[in-house]
């Protein structure tokens, strides 16, 4: 089983990715294999809302976005993490999640009902409301929303404020073993014959008719 982990941040190895480090080697020590998936410092488009996603089955953009969805096709779950950027995700990652995300839905599905959890990292404020933003994309694809002790956050300027912050410490390595957990339970439902829930045609209306 493996875990991708999503550094939303422009920082390759900064806050956001001492966070996820946490969570992935909690997971390690529970036999699941991780990758951490740095979306990068460059810009990133937004969602054009073009609809090419629907015939090509990947974004039309080719960048880091159709190279998360590739890689996704053979993970079991999902860890987004964002620094928090005036009390929300950053730019980069809600463009790399739109897009992301609405590919997915038009192509393979590799997102669908896996288990996700959302990070974030921030100096003072903000982390709720960027939780709550990024827990959105999660419910739109019927993932799981792995929890853990208190709220996924931890704080800090640098990485080794993030270390100094026991309890962000001690909430990132419970939200790895809830992972590995949940993660296990599916399989084990998976072998026992439980299957996935049919997927349904979507009713798809916008309130005037
Ligand atoms: C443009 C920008 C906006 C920020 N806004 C906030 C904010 O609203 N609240 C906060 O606590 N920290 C804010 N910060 C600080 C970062 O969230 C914080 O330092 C974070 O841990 C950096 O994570 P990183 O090293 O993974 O990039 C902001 C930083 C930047 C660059």
């Known amino acids: 089983m493996k875990v991708l982990l999503v550094n939303g941040s422009p920082h390759k190895e900064g806050c956001t990715y001492t966070a996820l480090k946490i969570v992935a080697d ?11 998936f740095w979306i990068g410092s460059k810009p990133l488009s937004g969602c054009i809302g073009c609809g090419a996603c629907f015939k090509m089955h990947k974004c039309v953009f080719n960048d880091v976005v159709n190279e998360f969805t590739e890689k996704a096709k053979d993970c079991d779950g999902f860890v987004f993490g964002s620094p928090v950027h005036y009390a929300s995700a950053t730019g980069a990652m809600t463009s790399f999640m739109d897009r992301a995300f609405m590919s997915d839905e038009a192509g393979n599905r590799s997102l669908l009902r896996k288990p996700a959890a959302v990070v974030t990292s921030s100096r003072r404020a903000g982390a709720t409301a960027t939780l709550d933003q990024l827990q959105k994309w999660l419910s739109y ?13 931890v704080h800090g300027y640098t990485p080794e404020d993030v270390l100094k912050d026991k309890e962000g410490v001690q909430i990132m390595e419970v939200l790895g073993r809830n992972m590995a957990w949940l993660l296990k339970c599916i399989q084990s439902g998976k072998n026992n014959g439980i299957l996935q829930p049919k997927t349904e045609t979507k009713i798809f209306t916008n309130f005037i008719r």
Do not use: A, G, H
């Not at 909690?26 to 951490?36: D, G, P, Q």
């Not at 929303?145 to 709220?151: A, E, F, L, Q, T």
């Open 26 to 36: 909690t997971l390690n020590k529970e036999n699941i294999e991780t990758e951490i």
């Open 141 to 153: 694809s019927e993932m799981p929303i792995v929890s853990s002790r208190y709220w996924n956050e």
